[in-house]
């Protein structure tokens, strides 16, 4: 079993609906969460950080955490065609210097 | 440079060749990563440079491959003798080092190994 598991997709959409990308671990030493976005041939860049269990908001992007489950996820509102990318997420221990990636979850957001 | 830069952006090399792959991090980040991305595939950590201290090299595959941080900075990935196997995208990371802070990506290195 991997210690960081997402759904590949790819998930389509429709522009303007909701996207729900969830990510599972199973290391509880994980502590903090990250959120990347990666468009094609193009490095990962950082979306959502948080620690906590509950949510962050910044604009459109909300990250929510439940360390109980070990259950992470992204929901993304209002989507638009340029949010068309590869999704991963990557939790890190406490004392961590080096993130565990998932796998990535692919979204289309079809105009 | 306002990111990360990796060089060359793209490479074709024949089995069995040696490579190098070079990554000028963020000025002042103390830390640096390689990852390596195949198709298809999340990221694979591969080694980890902070400031002075001895690379973290757990996530190296095979003796074939190395790494070095010269001056603190700029970082050269080697890979010798190279197999098809080899062929990926090798992102570099760099980070402040403090906490848990977060990682910058460049673009990455796209090798072919034919």
């Known amino acids: 079993q991997k210690e960081v598991e997402q759904d590949p997709g790819p998930l389509s959409v429709p522009e303007g609906a909701i996207v729900s990308l969830n990510c599972t671990y199973s290391?509880?030493?994980?502590?903090?969460f990250m959120w990347y976005r990666q468009y094609s041939r193009k490095g990962p860049e950082l979306l959502m950080y948080?620690?906590?269990?509950g949510n962050k908001e910044d604009g459109r992007f909300t990250a929510q955490v439940d360390k109980s489950s070990k259950y992470i996820s992204l929901f993304i509102r209002d989507s638009q065609p340029s949010d068309s990318a590869t999704y991963l997420c990557?939790?890190?221990?406490?004392?961590?210097?080096?993130?565990?990636f998932g796998g990535g979850t692919r979204v289309l957001v079809k105009p | 440079g306002a990111g990360v830069s990796q060089s060359p952006s793209n490479k074709v090399t024949e089995k069995g060749k040696d490579v190098e792959l070079r990554c000028d991090p963020i000025?002042?980040?103390?830390?640096l990563y390689w990852y390596r991305q195949s198709l298809g595939q999340g990221l694979e950590f591969l080694i980890y440079?902070?400031?002075?201290?001895?690379?973290?090299k757990s996530g190296l595959p095979s003796d074939r491959f190395s790494a070095e941080r010269t001056g603190g900075s700029v970082s050269t990935l080697t890979i010798q003798r190279t197999q098809q196997e080899d062929s990926a995208v090798y992102l570099c990371?760099?980070?402040?080092?403090?906490?848990?802070?977060?990682?910058?990506f460049g673009n990455g290195t796209r090798l072919t190994v034919t």
């Open positions: 990371a760099s980070s402040s080092g403090t906490g848990n802070s977060p990682l910058h």
């Open positions: 290391n509880s030493a994980f502590q903090y």
């Open positions: 948080t620690y906590s269990s």
């Open positions: 990557a939790p890190i221990k406490a004392a961590g210097n080096k993130l565990t």
């Open positions: 000025s002042g980040h103390t830390a």
């Open positions: 440079f902070q400031g002075n201290s001895a690379p973290d």
